[in-house]
């Protein structure tokens, strides 16, 4: 790890002077930390905004819910509020990383954490991603990576909180001393790597996530996260789908379906949403719905099994939401 200099902060306004020269915020420093270990990043300095008192809590408001970006990930999965109005989001973050880490990851953090591939995870790889002009993935170990939506870089977006407040419809709110503050929905949040492969997300060096908002679910929303992963925990998903139906009894009003490991930013289904929108959901319907967010997909080398297990993951998360299934125990977490 490279020598640096460290800018403890307690406010926004502190933080956000010291946000110059190639400075790089530090909150939970799960993923940086990482990163700076293997030689991947090597920042002059560090911006602690770990105790900024101010970007955390969670607030309801009569619009809706607003996250501040340093609350973490347990704290929003045990919350009752989320539990019982967003049971998505509390999905989401509670089956991500290990108990311990989720103690100290961040949902800003986990919504702004670049790819993990590995070869961009390693400094005995100069891909794409780092302003070079090769992908080892499309002829390496690709298992992991993405089946559809992908060009220039198959590296799937890691964000679990992404795939759920995506279906919420949710957005951030980014801060900077020169500009003020401005408010990007979640997906316009991320940047397509066939635009800039060296860009994961549209914040720009000097400014800071400091909120995310979620708007006042509908009358009869119902809505689930599920993972699947190699192993029980702690790993990242090879495939995951959230799923948020706005129901009249049975009957489905509206539907949103969000898939991560899919492609390079999480992305909806309109396929799979047509489908379930007027329905009244059962198995039949479900498992169409799975079927049917499978359009243009072209699998890698290695990862042909998520054409199989991306249906499934939705069928499932689809009954699920609709209180038709328990959690699948095969997936993750």
């Known amino acids: 790890m490279n020598s640096?200099?460290?800018?403890?902060?307690?406010t926004v306004d502190a933080a956000l002077s010291q946000l110059k020269d190639g400075a790089v915020v530090k909150a939970g420093g799960v993923d940086l930390l990482g990163r700076m270990k293997n030689g991947t990043i090597q920042p002059a300095k560090l911006v602690n905004i770990r105790n900024i008192s101010s970007l955390r809590g969670i607030h309801e408001t009569g619009k809706g819910l607003t996250i501040g970006a340093l609350t973490t990930l347990a704290e929003i999965s045990d919350h009752p509020l989320i539990r019982e109005k967003y049971q998505i989001l509390s999905d989401a973050c509670g089956h991500a990383a290990t108990p311990h880490l989720r103690n100290m990851a961040t949902v800003g953090g986990n919504l702004l954490q670049p790819v993990q591939c590995w070869y961009f995870r390693s400094a005995d790889f100069q891909c794409i991603r780092k302003g070079k002009e090769f992908c080892f993935a499309f002829t390496g170990l690709n298992q992991y990576h993405a089946i559809m939506d992908y060009g220039t870089c198959p590296a799937v977006a890691p964000s679990s909180a992404a795939v759920a407040l995506l279906a919420l419809n949710a957005s951030v709110e980014l801060e900077s001393a020169k500009k003020g503050k401005r408010t990007l929905a979640i997906k316009d949040l991320y940047v397509e790597?066939?635009?800039?492969?060296?860009?994961?997300?549209?914040?720009?060096?000097?400014?800071?996530?400091?909120?995310?908002?979620?708007?006042?679910?509908?009358p009869g929303t119902r809505s689930a996260y599920q993972k699947y992963g190699e192993k029980e925990s702690f790993d990242w998903a090879i495939a995951d789908a959230g799923v948020v139906l706005e129901m009249d009894g049975n009957v489905c009003r509206k539907a949103v379906v969000t898939m991560g490991a899919a492609s390079p930013v999480v992305r909806r289904s309109a396929e799979a949403e047509a489908l379930l929108a007027g329905k009244t959901i059962n198995e039949d319907v479900a498992r169409a719905a799975g079927k049917a967010a499978m359009t243009n997909v072209q699998p890698l080398s290695m990862n042909s099994y998520k054409v199989e297990l991306f249906p499934v993951a939705i069928y499932r998360t689809v009954l699920l939401a609709a209180g038709q299934m328990d959690r699948d125990p095969s997936a993750a977490g």
């Open 193 to 218: 790597p066939d635009a800039n492969p060296t860009k994961f997300n549209v914040v720009e060096p000097d400014e800071l996530l400091i909120a995310i908002t979620i708007p006042k679910p509908a």
């Open 4 to 10: 640096f200099v460290l800018a403890n902060c307690t």
